[in-house]
């Protein structure tokens, strides 16, 4: 089984010298997960353990690991051609919509000019001049062929307020079903806060600390109940001390273990979720979008009027019959086109209205210590008795899997000599 690649890219990202709370802390994961993926990422790459002298392990790993990987695993190298290949596909999923529109609107447009140009041919030359001014209402469903499409959609874009990278295909997409959910790492960015939050507080925290980061806390959050620690002990492997007064704290043996030393991280106060954007589109892309989709729509309605009775597709063939067949798949795109959006838009104001209220209520716990009344105060204090970091360095190693144990014992006993030889030339007593 290929490691997990949430576990290899945090060993990346901490410089390939980690520990099980480094790894915990950097990817939000379980700590019983992050010492499992950690043994098996060191056995399948090459990776070294680094023994301390209070017995706790960091891991080594070759800055080529990925390449050893992908040598041994062909689920690794599969994985990498896949991600390729589904960033052409999706790209071309996206644009396909775009296309898909103008197609149908050339289709409309040139089916509905056959048959009201066949149906003038039958009348007299003033009909067909009644006719051919009659016509002049349809040459507005060629303005996006214009010539000067391009010169006046760059004026639009460069008076509109709102400036995008997206190309109109991509605007089509993003204008149809948005781009993408802003929240959809909330959970992975919750516990990665919140294992940032007890390295901060070297390993010991109070409750108070903790709820800014989390959800569904009732009322009496700040008082008795602390059930919602429950998750937060299980991931990280903590334990609960109670002091004299009955007040709960809980400390992270394994969290307060750390390979370098990088000081306290910022973070935010509380866990903030982003709201749902419409689109990622400018507002002359969105208004594009939207006025092909109405030109489009009415379009099918006009040639459905045309084509209600089938005469008309049974006499000129061809191209009109061809667009008879696909009537209903036309008509359904249109319809979509203008009702996805739409339905879209309203469910977006319905989830940003309980994001702000989930907001709120994260805020609201973090206000509460920035003024901490003298019970949490007191519960911080007795917290912080329990804080300490455990920096492991190279001098504070007692074995490594980069050597033989055999080397490493004499290498130690050289280190000793040497010691001692120094302590009798300065004169220094023997102990």
Same mark, same amino acid.
């Given at each position: 089984m290929a490691p997990n690649p949430t576990i290899m890219k945090a060993v990346e990202q901490l410089g390939y010298r980690v520990t099980i709370g480094d790894v915990a802390t950097q990817a939000g994961l379980n700590v019983a997960e992050a010492g499992q993926g950690l043994l098996a990422l060191a056995s399948d790459a090459g990776g070294h353990l680094q023994v301390a002298e209070s &017995?706790?392990?960091?891991?080594?790993f070759p800055q080529n690991f990925r390449a050893i990987l992908r040598n041994k695993y062909l689920q690794l190298r599969l994985q990498e051609w896949w991600q390729k290949v589904w960033g052409v596909l999706f790209y071309l999923i996206r644009i396909s919509f775009g296309i898909f529109l103008i197609v149908s609107i050339a289709l409309i447009t040139i089916t509905i000019i056959i048959?009201? /140009?066949?149906?003038?041919?039958? =009348?007299?030359?003033?009909? =067909? &001049?009644?006719?051919? *001014?009659g016509f002049f209402f349809f040459p507005d469903l060629f303005w996006f062929f214009n010539p000067n499409y391009d010169r006046?959609?760059?004026? =639009?874009?460069?008076?509109?307020? #709102?400036?995008?990278?997206?190309?109109?295909?991509?605007?089509?997409?993003?204008?149809?079903? &948005?781009? *993408?959910?802003?929240?959809?790492?909330?959970?992975?960015r919750r516990w990665q806060e919140i294992a940032t939050v007890i390295r901060n507080q070297r390993g010991a925290v109070v409750a108070e600390q903790i709820a800014p980061y989390l959800d569904d806390i009732g009322p009496g959050y700040a008082q008795e109940?602390?059930?919602?620690?429950?998750?937060?002990?299980?991931?990280?492997? &903590?334990?609960?001390k109670v002091s004299s007064e009955g007040q709960i704290v809980y400390y992270f043996p394994e969290l307060q273990v750390r390979a370098s030393n990088k000081g306290r991280q910022s973070l935010p106060a509380y866990l903030e979720e982003l709201s749902w954007r419409f689109s990622r589109a400018g507002s002359g892309q969105i208004m594009l979008s939207a006025g092909l989709g109405i030109l489009n729509f009415v379009g099918a309605l006009i040639l459905g009027n045309l084509l209600r009775d089938g005469t008309v597709a049974a006499q000129l063939g061809g191209l009109v019959a061809f667009v008879q067949g696909i009537y209903w798949l036309l008509l359904a795109y249109g319809a979509g086109f203008l009702g996805v959006p739409l339905v879209r838009y309203f469910w977006i104001q319905w989830q940003n209205k309980k994001i702000l209220a989930r907001n709120r209520d994260r805020l609201s716990r973090a206000r509460?210590? /920035?003024?901490?009344?003298?019970?949490?105060? #007191?519960?911080?204090?007795?917290? =912080?008795?329990? *804080?300490?970091?455990?920096?492991?360095?190279?001098?504070?190693?007692?074995?490594? /899997?980069?050597t033989d144990l055999l080397d490493q014992e004499i290498e130690n006993s050289a280190q000793i000599e040497a010691e001692w030889q120094k302590r009798l030339q300065s004169g220094e007593p023997e102990v």
């Open positions: &017995g706790d392990i960091v891991y080594l048959i009201i /140009t066949a149906a003038s041919s039958d =009348r007299d030359s003033d009909n =067909r &001049g009644s006719s051919r *001014g006046h959609y760059q004026q =639009r874009q460069q008076n509109s307020h #709102q400036q995008s990278d997206l190309n109109f295909f991509e605007a089509v997409f993003s204008f149809l079903f &948005g781009d *993408g959910n802003p929240n959809a790492k909330l959970e992975e109940y602390e059930d919602y620690m429950l998750p937060v002990l299980i991931r990280f492997n &903590g334990e609960p509460l210590l /920035t003024n901490p009344d003298a019970n949490l105060q #007191q519960k911080i204090d007795y917290a =912080r008795q329990f *804080g300490s970091e455990n920096i492991i360095e190279n001098k504070d190693l007692v074995y490594s /899997t980069e």
